[in-house]
């Protein structure tokens, strides 16, 4: 990282690059006096104020004071990213369970501080986007304003290397996000998705993705595109053991059922779908029945919407676009 990215990426996080450096300066027992003495590094109210977030350290300044933690910068620097990966992390298995449990009210609080934070960091916005998702879900009065969701978009869009929390979030937001936008990533990760081959955690998150985004095709009623994403999906789930994937297969069931049901074919779409979650129900996932059958619900009612139209225009994609 040079000196400009540096500068750049601590501007937006500087309570990441503050809490790193305390934490090893406290793992490796050094105190703020022993660390400010040294060469007069810096003085004591500086270096507690970074370790607080409340400023930052220049490039110059990090690099006289890194050797004062018997650390090497590129030591530091790895140690900071996986910080804010494990912080992600943690973050967005509280909110998962959360949502997983319905708990309104808990969700609702990690809104408020979410969108309390004033750093510059783009990726708050799709944490929020991702928050008012979920919510929206369990509560249709939690709409998603047009200044999240395009806030969200430029940080989606701004991606270069998609690790495990840019795919979270991605993935459970995709439905709510612009259609061509969703479409647009989704297909240029499809590209490179040689890229998640070696990294099992990302591939599977990458395999979610692609299923949320097949789901945001269908309900938009972008068929062909959902058609590209299913052979997506059907060279990844072939490529991973059936006991790896099951709660996706079980998902790419329902998914085709919900496809066939709108191009008209709705018995063979029903069973699927059905079947998928009878599934879920053998599989003892309490919550994804629930949400399932949700789901199928809305599709019923979207395929009755749909034969409302008449045949004449039925696969007219952009009149039953403009409609829905």
């Keep these: 990282m040079d000196e400009f990215a540096y500068l750049d990426y601590l501007y937006q996080n ?5 809490k790193t450096f305390r934490k090893i300066r406290t793992d490796k027992k050094f105190t703020i006096e022993e660390v400010c003495s040294k060469n007069n590094a810096c003085n004591r109210k500086t270096l507690y104020n970074f370790e607080s977030g409340k400023n930052c350290l220049n490039i110059f300044s990090l690099v006289r004071i890194l050797p004062n933690i018997n650390t090497s910068i590129t030591d530091y ?25 319905n708990n309104i009210e808990a969700l609702k609080k990690i809104l408020v501080e979410k969108q309390a934070d004033k750093s510059k960091n783009l990726e708050k916005h799709a944490y929020i986007l991702m928050i008012y998702a979920f919510l929206y879900e369990m509560d249709s009065d939690f709409q998603i304003s047009e200044e999240i969701l395009e806030k969200a978009g430029d940080y989606f869009f701004g991606v270069e290397q998609w690790g495990y929390t840019e795919l979270n979030l991605f993935s459970n937001t995709a439905h709510v996000l612009n259609i061509n936008l969703t479409i647009t990533i989704a297909r240029d990760l499809v590209k490179q998705k040689e890229i998640f081959d070696f990294d099992l955690k990302r591939r599977k998150v990458f395999l979610g993705s692609l299923l949320n985004v097949s789901y945001a095709c269908i309900r938009n009623y972008y068929l062909d595109d959902t058609v590209y994403f299913f052979d997506a999906i059907g060279d990844l789930i072939a490529e991973q053991m059936l006991e790896k994937t099951v709660f996706e297969r079980i998902i790419f069931k329902f998914m085709k059922g919900y496809y066939h049901l709108l191009k008209g074919d709705a018995d063979k779409g029903k069973n699927l779908m059905k079947k998928a ?16 059958k949700t789901y199928y619900k809305v599709a019923l009612f979207q395929a009755k919407e749909l034969e409302k139209l008449g045949n004449s225009c039925m696969y007219e994609q952009h009149t039953l676009r403009s409609f829905l």
């Design 14 to 18: 500087p309570q990441i690059f503050g």
């Design 77 to 101: 620097f790895a140690a900071v990213f996986a910080y804010q990966a494990s912080a992600s992390e943690k973050f967005m298995k509280k909110v998962m369970n959360y949502y997983y449990q």
């Design 277 to 292: 979650i009878e599934l879920f129900e053998i599989t003892e996932t309490s919550s994804a029945v629930e949400r399932y």
